[in-house]
Structures are given as C-alpha cells and as structure tokens.
T-cell receptor, first 113, second 110 residues
Framework: NAGVTQTPKFQVLKTGQSMTLQCAQD?????MSWYRQDPGMGLRLIHYSVGAGITDQGEVPNGYNVSRSTTEDFPLRLLSAAPSQTSVYFC????????????FGQGTRLTVV | GEDVEQSLFLSVREGDSSVINCTYT??????LYWYKQEPGAGLQLLTY?????DMKQDQRLTVLLNKKDKHLSLRIADTQTGDSAIYFC??????????FGKGTRLHILP
C-alpha cells in the first residue's frame, strides 16, 4: 500500500517559472490538502479538497492553484514562482475532513532562485 | 480564534522522560493529536486522544488532557535517540480541518 505519494522530492525553479507538484493517494480518501512548512512557522494550509470536483482555499492560497478531477490526485500548481515560495510542501489525505488520522507524503523541497 | 501553541525546543538526556506541552483554544475539538516528524520525512500520527478522556497510555507514550485549561501533554518515557524528531500538537475544531502547532524539536543529549 503506497499511501500518499508526492513527486518530485526536490525541485529548483527560477523566478517566474511555473510547475506542478504531484500528489496521489491510493486509500480512497475523500479529504486531501496541501501544506507548506517553513522554519519557525509550522505547517500552513494552502488549499484543500473535500472530494472530487470540490476545492477551497486555506490560509496561504495566493500564488497557488489546485484541482481535484479524481479522488486519487490533487496536484498543486505554482503559477509564477517567487523566492517567497521556497519551502517544503506536504500533501496529506484523510478519510474525511477532520478525521482522526491524516496521512502525509514525504514532501517536496522547492527552491526558487 | 483557532490557535495551537507549543514551545519550539526541548533537550532531554537519553533515558530520562520527555514532556512536550501544548495549549489549544477551541474547546469544540473532538480529537487532539500528536504527530511526529523525523528528519526529511512527512508527519506521522503518533497518538491521539478523544476529548472525553483525561489520559491515554500507549507503551512509552502517555497523553494527558486538561480540558478546563485546554492543555495537552505528551510524555515519552525512557527517551531514546530514535525519539529525536519534531513533535506537532494538533486539534480539529468542529471537525472542519486540522490545526497544527508550530512543532517542538526534541533533542536527545547523550
């Protein structure tokens, strides 16, 4: 059972470039979310989805887009990368919103130069 | 508002007990959680406690919940080098979303 798979693990972008961080889960979870983790800031919620076709903003959504066309996949798109988006990004899924256990991917370390 | 507070660092000697503390603001949370993040990895659920419980014990881990003071603690007995990690406290107010604290980095001294 793969759980939550994130790709790539590492990425370097130039300012202004766009890219998509991939996230897939094989547990048939309804709820998926994206976080960014910065030193001293903990985890901040970027976007989340309560099911296929439904997405909503978290606390730091600016500069990011998401879509949820299937239950399994929840990609995060950076439209025009900025140095302030240098961070470690985590995708997580759980059976339902606020359910007891969230499963996390291994993270994507993104550097924007 | 919704907030989860925890200290950022804790140093403990190997073999001693570690106690990581957390305060939260939303009394509607049904579950309160402790997640562990090892270096270079994502978060992993360590344990959780239901809001109508005062204590939960699981091998070397003891979770204490004081609902009146909105205080949660995680005690790790006989702390080992493998316990070195960042520990996150989290709550789920009204089951809407998970709110994480900033994490406590546990450093083990030899």
């Amino acid at each position: 059972n793969a759980g939550v798979t994130q790709t790539p693990k590492f990425q370097v972008l130039k300012t202004g470039q766009s890219m998509t961080l991939q996230c897939a889960q094989d547990m048939n979870h309804e709820y998926m979310s994206w976080y960014r983790q910065d030193p001293g800031m903990g985890l901040r919620l970027i976007h989340y989805s309560v099911g296929a076709g439904i997405t909503d903003q978290g606390e730091v959504p600016n500069g990011y887009n998401v879509s949820r066309s299937t239950t399994e996949d929840f990609p995060l798109r950076l439209l025009s990368a900025a140095p302030s988006q240098t961070s470690v990004y985590f995708c997580a899924s759980s059976r339902t919103r606020g359910n007891t256990e969230a499963f996390f991917g291994q993270g994507t370390r993104l550097t924007v130069v | 508002g919704e907030d989860v507070e925890q200290s950022l660092f804790l140093s403990v000697r190997e073999g001693d007990s570690s106690v990581i503390n957390c305060t939260y603001t939303d009394s509607s949370s049904t579950y309160l959680y402790w997640y562990k993040q090892e270096p270079g990895a994502g978060l992993q659920l360590l344990t959780y406690i239901f809001s109508n419980m005062d204590m939960k014990q699981d091998q070397r881990l003891t979770v204490l919940l004081n609902k009146k003071d909105k205080h949660l603690s995680l005690r790790i007995a006989d702390t080992q080098t493998g316990d070195s990690a960042i520990y996150f406290c989290a709550e789920t107010p009204l089951r809407r979303k998970i709110i994480f604290g900033k994490g406590t980095r546990l450093h083990i001294l030899p």
